[in-house]
């Protein structure tokens, strides 16, 4: 069947297979479809990817791809759409994704179309007029799950660097991130999270001196092993006294410090329910940003009176242990009682029983209406070499901010507490 898109061929191996990808998320997404089959899914796709998609002429098109004409002449024309463009062209997985999100609303909006003429009306039926209105009436959900999903696309790829390959191909889980992308409270949650800017900028990874490490610059001092060749090359007269005296001219050679894990602790409580619950999942999500940077590892556990299923994440991740880790956050409901002595103690054996090197970075986000075992905690988080970083949400407790490397209080819950919490030191 030929397209209603000039220089679309629906026959080329290549279409056909992104016009399956985009049906079969559809499919996922709905469990079922009507309306979207492959032609129109290859011509949603091509609509969002090429630089300037030109419909046929109207008399070039067949009767029964009338529908799909009307469907593109309108998107064409629509303002969102071609704001939605802008992300899209020469983006492969952004256009199968977001051409799988304009059908599945597509889709529902059609079988309601359908509904309130009493089923009288086929769905190739569609006046230019009706057409307009339908698509109107998604542009808004189009808008905020496409949003969405290019938030989970920035999250998921920030930290990769060159050679890692391409792992976070989310097509492969294309059907969860619509779902996700679709969800209330994740889209709650990467909305503040889009106003923190990148954290690369707060980052100061510690180094330690080494002579055999990477050069970070010059310096003036009497090692030897860092000597800069114009000072081997003056007379063995001058040299000698420069030595004695300590003013050679050397490199300053450094390694970055080996770093344990980033964990994260975040009450689920009764007390947490609501803006206090969407903040944290936020702020967890812009650690996580931080530890890829950092190439740590990444530990997670909610609590309330006991602590919760523990989730780690490697240095190097893949796209489907972001995805499972964002269904577990959206899956996330405040309830319970709060055992803060309880939960820090379990992540400290976490930590041990990781066999980690170095300083790991404990963060414990909770609203601290808890008493707690300050002499046991501070003697297992220095047995465990862990540094606790508490972050009180619209509260206070003395005896974590008496045993804490680092005392925060949150108490606008905007994007800049989130910065002042993950600029660790």
């Not at 090692?223 to 000072?231: A, I, L, Q, Y």
Request: glycine fraction near 8%; aromatic fraction near 6%; charge should be positive.
């Amino acid at each position: 069947m030929p397209s209603v898109l000039r220089g679309v061929d629906h026959g080329d191996p290549i279409a056909i297979y992104r016009g399956e990808k985009v049906v079969d998320i559809v499919r996922k997404v709905l469990g079922g479809v009507k309306a979207v089959d492959l032609p129109l899914s290859i011509d949603s796709y091509y609509s969002l990817y090429l630089p300037h998609p030109l419909l046929r002429n109207l008399e070039e098109v067949p009767r029964e791809l009338s529908r799909n004409y009307l469907l593109f002449k309108t998107l064409l024309e629509s303002e969102d759409f071609s704001r939605m463009r802008y992300s899209t062209i020469g983006n492969s997985t952004l256009s199968t994704l977001a051409a799988a999100i304009v059908l599945g609303e597509f889709e529902r909006a059609l079988e309601q179309l359908q509904q309130s003429s009493g089923g009288s009306s086929g769905s190739e039926d569609v006046t230019e007029e009706e057409m307009r209105e339908l698509v109107s009436s998604i542009s808004k959900k189009v808008a905020e799950s496409f949003n969405a999903v290019k938030s989970m696309m920035k999250l998921m790829s920030y930290g990769t660097e060159p050679g890692t390959g391409t792992a976070f191909d989310l097509e492969e889980s294309g059907d969860e991130v619509l779902k996700l992308a679709q969800s209330a409270d994740v889209r709650a949650v990467l909305e503040l999270l889009t106003k923190v800017p990148d954290v690369s900028g707060k980052i100061v990874r510690p180094y330690e001196r080494y002579s055999k490490g990477e050069v970070r610059g010059f310096e003036v001092g009497g090692d030897v092993e860092r000597v800069h060749p114009s000072e081997i090359a003056m007379p063995k007269i001058l040299f000698r006294l420069k030595l004695a005296e300590g003013k050679l001219l050397l490199y300053d050679k450094v390694l970055p410090k080996s770093l344990g894990p980033l964990y994260v602790l975040i009450d689920k409580s009764g007390s947490m329910e609501g803006e206090k619950i969407v903040w944290a999942k936020a702020t967890l999500l812009a650690l996580l940003m931080r530890s890829r940077k950092e190439s740590r590892e990444f530990y997670l556990r909610f609590f309330d009176g006991m602590p919760h299923q523990l989730v780690r994440i490697g240095k190097r991740v893949k796209s489907k242990e972001f995805v499972e880790m964002l269904k577990y956050l959206a899956r996330v409901r405040s309830g319970g009682g709060t055992d803060i002595t309880k939960a820090v103690i379990v992540a400290c054996d976490d930590i041990a029983g990781g066999g980690v090197r170095g300083v790991s970075d404990l963060v414990l986000i909770t609203d601290g209406e808890d008493r707690v075992a300050s002499s046991a905690l501070s003697k297992r988080l220095r047995d465990v070499g862990c540094r606790l970083h508490t972050v009180m949400i619209m509260g206070d407790n003395r005896d974590l901010r008496r045993i804490s490397y680092r005392y925060l209080r949150a108490v606008k819950l905007t994007h800049r507490e989130i910065i002042q919490v993950i600029s660790l030191q």
